[in-house]
Protein backbone atom coordinates (compact mmCIF):
# COMPACT_ATOMS: atom_id res chain seq x y z
CA UNK A 1 0.00 0.00 0.00
CA UNK A 2 1.22 3.60 -1.11
CA UNK A 3 1.23 6.13 1.21
CA UNK A 4 2.24 8.69 4.18
CA UNK A 5 3.23 7.78 7.33
CA UNK A 6 3.74 9.87 10.68
CA UNK A 7 4.91 8.83 13.88
CA UNK A 8 3.73 9.03 16.49
CA UNK A 9 0.15 9.62 17.10
CA UNK A 10 0.01 11.63 20.10
CA UNK A 11 4.00 13.03 21.47
CA UNK A 12 4.15 14.83 24.69
CA UNK A 13 6.88 17.45 24.96
CA UNK A 14 8.13 18.80 28.21
CA UNK A 15 8.77 22.55 28.60
CA UNK A 16 12.33 23.23 27.13
CA UNK A 17 12.45 19.86 25.27
CA UNK A 18 13.04 19.17 21.54
CA UNK A 19 10.89 16.58 19.70
CA UNK A 20 10.97 15.22 16.27
CA UNK A 21 8.31 14.40 13.95
CA UNK A 22 8.66 11.05 11.71
CA UNK A 23 7.10 11.60 8.01
CA UNK A 24 7.61 8.97 5.58
CA UNK A 25 6.70 8.86 2.07
CA UNK A 26 6.63 5.54 -0.21
CA UNK A 27 4.46 7.24 -2.77
CA UNK A 28 7.77 8.27 -5.17
CA UNK A 29 7.08 11.85 -4.71
CA UNK A 30 9.58 14.79 -5.00
CA UNK A 31 7.97 17.44 -3.20
CA UNK A 32 7.26 17.18 0.92
CA UNK A 33 5.72 19.39 2.72
CA UNK A 34 4.84 20.36 7.20
CA UNK A 35 1.86 22.03 8.56
CA UNK A 36 0.14 22.73 11.37
CA UNK A 37 -2.98 23.02 12.36
CA UNK A 38 -4.57 24.94 15.40
CA UNK A 39 -8.58 23.84 16.35
CA UNK A 40 -10.81 25.43 14.71
CA UNK A 41 -8.58 26.80 12.16
CA UNK A 42 -7.06 25.98 8.71
CA UNK A 43 -3.95 24.29 8.07
CA UNK A 44 -0.97 26.34 8.09
CA UNK A 45 2.48 25.78 6.35
CA UNK A 46 5.64 25.25 8.03
CA UNK A 47 8.27 24.55 5.57
CA UNK A 48 8.53 22.20 2.04
CA UNK A 49 10.98 20.44 0.44
CA UNK A 50 10.74 20.36 -3.59
CA UNK A 51 13.74 18.00 -3.73
CA UNK A 52 16.43 16.27 -1.75
CA UNK A 53 18.72 18.16 0.10
CA UNK A 54 16.67 21.27 -0.30
CA UNK A 55 14.07 23.11 1.87
CA UNK A 56 12.18 26.23 2.22
CA UNK A 57 10.67 28.12 5.00
CA UNK A 58 6.78 28.53 4.71
CA UNK A 59 4.48 30.95 6.54
CA UNK A 60 5.60 29.83 9.87
CA UNK A 61 8.42 28.22 10.30
CA UNK A 62 9.97 29.99 13.79
CA UNK A 63 10.54 27.63 16.12
CA UNK A 64 10.87 24.38 13.86
CA UNK A 65 13.90 22.82 11.80
CA UNK A 66 14.13 20.36 8.89
CA UNK A 67 15.92 18.07 7.01
CA UNK A 68 15.51 15.98 3.53
CA UNK A 69 18.20 13.77 3.34
CA UNK A 70 16.37 11.04 1.61
CA UNK A 71 13.65 11.51 -0.88
CA UNK A 72 11.24 9.00 1.39
CA UNK A 73 11.40 11.37 4.87
CA UNK A 74 10.83 15.04 5.61
CA UNK A 75 10.78 15.10 9.53
CA UNK A 76 10.44 18.02 11.74
CA UNK A 77 11.77 19.00 14.60
CA UNK A 78 10.11 21.09 17.47
CA UNK A 79 12.81 23.21 19.23
CA UNK A 80 12.30 24.95 22.77
CA UNK A 81 11.91 28.05 20.78
CA UNK A 82 8.66 27.45 19.57
CA UNK A 83 6.82 28.59 22.29
CA UNK A 84 3.10 27.40 21.80
CA UNK A 85 3.74 24.11 19.94
CA UNK A 86 0.39 22.69 21.05
CA UNK A 87 -1.51 21.38 17.63
CA UNK A 88 -2.12 19.07 15.03
CA UNK A 89 1.04 18.53 12.81
CA UNK A 90 0.05 17.39 9.19
CA UNK A 91 2.73 16.33 6.38
CA UNK A 92 1.44 15.84 3.03
CA UNK A 93 3.67 15.56 -0.56
CA UNK A 94 3.46 15.66 -3.97
CA UNK A 95 4.65 13.97 -7.29
CA UNK A 96 6.14 17.72 -7.84
CA UNK A 97 5.51 21.34 -6.40
CA UNK A 98 3.45 22.88 -9.25
CA UNK A 99 0.27 24.54 -8.47
CA UNK A 100 -1.63 22.03 -10.38
CA UNK A 101 -0.32 18.73 -7.99
CA UNK A 102 -2.42 17.28 -5.81
CA UNK A 103 -1.08 16.81 -1.97
CA UNK A 104 -1.63 14.02 -0.11
CA UNK A 105 -1.58 13.91 3.46
CA UNK A 106 -0.49 11.61 6.25
CA UNK A 107 -2.86 10.97 9.07
CA UNK A 108 -1.36 13.51 11.61
CA UNK A 109 0.65 14.14 14.44
CA UNK A 110 -0.87 15.59 17.78
CA UNK A 111 1.28 17.27 19.94
CA UNK A 112 0.71 18.39 23.74
CA UNK A 113 2.90 20.58 25.84
CA UNK A 114 3.27 18.76 29.48
CA UNK B 1 -3.17 35.92 -3.00
CA UNK B 2 -6.98 35.63 -3.94
CA UNK B 3 -9.29 34.72 -1.71
CA UNK B 4 -12.24 32.51 -1.11
CA UNK B 5 -15.51 32.54 0.94
CA UNK B 6 -17.59 29.92 2.14
CA UNK B 7 -20.65 29.69 4.36
CA UNK B 8 -19.34 28.21 8.18
CA UNK B 9 -21.93 25.44 8.28
CA UNK B 10 -24.28 23.47 5.79
CA UNK B 11 -26.28 20.25 6.83
CA UNK B 12 -27.93 17.97 4.16
CA UNK B 13 -29.95 14.44 5.42
CA UNK B 14 -28.21 11.35 4.17
CA UNK B 15 -28.83 9.96 0.59
CA UNK B 16 -29.68 13.48 -0.77
CA UNK B 17 -27.55 16.00 -2.66
CA UNK B 18 -25.25 18.76 -1.00
CA UNK B 19 -24.44 21.85 -2.93
CA UNK B 20 -21.30 23.65 -1.37
CA UNK B 21 -20.66 27.34 -2.16
CA UNK B 22 -17.49 28.99 -3.08
CA UNK B 23 -17.35 32.02 -3.83
CA UNK B 24 -13.66 33.60 -5.18
CA UNK B 25 -14.75 37.42 -6.65
CA UNK B 26 -10.94 37.95 -7.60
CA UNK B 27 -9.61 34.98 -8.87
CA UNK B 28 -7.07 35.60 -11.55
CA UNK B 29 -7.49 33.62 -15.10
CA UNK B 30 -4.58 31.58 -13.79
CA UNK B 31 -6.32 30.12 -10.64
CA UNK B 32 -7.15 26.46 -10.55
CA UNK B 33 -10.04 25.88 -8.40
CA UNK B 34 -8.97 23.17 -5.56
CA UNK B 35 -11.34 21.41 -3.09
CA UNK B 36 -10.67 18.86 -0.13
CA UNK B 37 -12.13 18.17 3.05
CA UNK B 38 -10.84 16.79 6.44
CA UNK B 39 -12.47 14.22 8.35
CA UNK B 40 -12.24 14.57 11.92
CA UNK B 41 -8.69 14.41 13.02
CA UNK B 42 -7.80 13.09 10.06
CA UNK B 43 -5.41 14.54 7.59
CA UNK B 44 -7.31 16.94 4.75
CA UNK B 45 -7.80 14.38 1.17
CA UNK B 46 -8.17 16.31 -2.24
CA UNK B 47 -11.51 16.00 -3.80
CA UNK B 48 -11.70 17.38 -7.04
CA UNK B 49 -10.09 20.46 -8.99
CA UNK B 50 -10.90 22.33 -11.67
CA UNK B 51 -10.25 25.68 -13.95
CA UNK B 52 -12.79 26.85 -16.45
CA UNK B 53 -15.26 23.79 -17.19
CA UNK B 54 -17.19 21.29 -14.99
CA UNK B 55 -15.80 18.33 -13.49
CA UNK B 56 -17.12 15.24 -12.04
CA UNK B 57 -14.86 12.34 -10.72
CA UNK B 58 -15.97 9.41 -8.52
CA UNK B 59 -16.29 12.04 -5.20
CA UNK B 60 -18.29 14.79 -6.41
CA UNK B 61 -18.84 17.18 -9.26
CA UNK B 62 -17.76 20.94 -9.32
CA UNK B 63 -19.45 23.41 -10.87
CA UNK B 64 -17.72 26.35 -12.25
CA UNK B 65 -20.06 29.65 -12.76
CA UNK B 66 -19.30 31.31 -16.37
CA UNK B 67 -17.12 34.43 -15.01
CA UNK B 68 -15.09 32.01 -12.67
CA UNK B 69 -15.95 34.43 -9.53
CA UNK B 70 -17.79 31.58 -7.73
CA UNK B 71 -18.17 27.39 -7.96
CA UNK B 72 -20.74 24.79 -6.59
CA UNK B 73 -19.31 21.38 -4.95
CA UNK B 74 -22.05 18.91 -5.32
CA UNK B 75 -22.25 15.65 -3.52
CA UNK B 76 -24.49 13.75 -5.38
CA UNK B 77 -25.70 11.18 -2.36
CA UNK B 78 -24.43 12.42 0.69
CA UNK B 79 -23.75 9.84 3.55
CA UNK B 80 -22.59 9.28 6.65
CA UNK B 81 -18.50 9.85 6.06
CA UNK B 82 -19.38 12.69 4.13
CA UNK B 83 -19.28 14.40 7.31
CA UNK B 84 -16.63 17.00 7.05
CA UNK B 85 -15.27 20.30 6.40
CA UNK B 86 -15.04 21.08 3.42
CA UNK B 87 -12.26 23.64 2.07
CA UNK B 88 -12.55 25.59 -1.57
CA UNK B 89 -8.49 26.77 -2.13
CA UNK B 90 -6.87 28.53 -5.22
CA UNK B 91 -3.71 27.66 -6.49
CA UNK B 92 -1.78 29.67 -9.13
CA UNK B 93 -0.15 27.43 -11.60
CA UNK B 94 1.68 29.99 -13.71
CA UNK B 95 3.39 31.65 -10.09
CA UNK B 96 4.21 27.74 -8.61
CA UNK B 97 2.02 28.11 -5.46
CA UNK B 98 2.85 25.21 -3.92
CA UNK B 99 0.96 25.59 -0.83
CA UNK B 100 -2.35 24.60 -0.05
CA UNK B 101 -3.81 27.98 1.72
CA UNK B 102 -6.79 26.53 4.05
CA UNK B 103 -9.53 29.07 4.85
CA UNK B 104 -11.58 28.01 7.95
CA UNK B 105 -14.03 25.78 5.53
CA UNK B 106 -17.75 24.43 5.51
CA UNK B 107 -18.60 21.84 8.35
CA UNK B 108 -21.21 19.50 6.26
CA UNK B 109 -23.42 17.69 9.04
CA UNK B 110 -25.20 14.58 7.95
CA UNK B 111 -27.96 13.24 9.61
CA UNK B 112 -28.93 10.04 9.05
Known amino acids: DGGITQSPKYLFRKEGQNVTLSCEQN?????MYWYRQDPGQGLRLIYY???????QKGDIAEGYSVSREKKESFPLTVTSAQKNPTAFYLC?????????????FGPGTRLLVL | DAKTTQPNSMESNEEEPVHLPCNHS???????IHWYRQLPSQGPEYVIH???SNVNNRMASLAIAEDRKSSTLILHRATLRDAAVYYC?????????????FGAGTTVTVRA
Open chain 2, 26 to 32: TISGTDY
Open chain 1, 27 to 31: LNHDA
Open chain 1, 92 to 104: ASSIGGGAGETQY
Open chain 2, 50 to 52: GLT
Open chain 2, 89 to 101: ILRDWEHEDYKLS
Open chain 1, 49 to 55: SQIVNDF
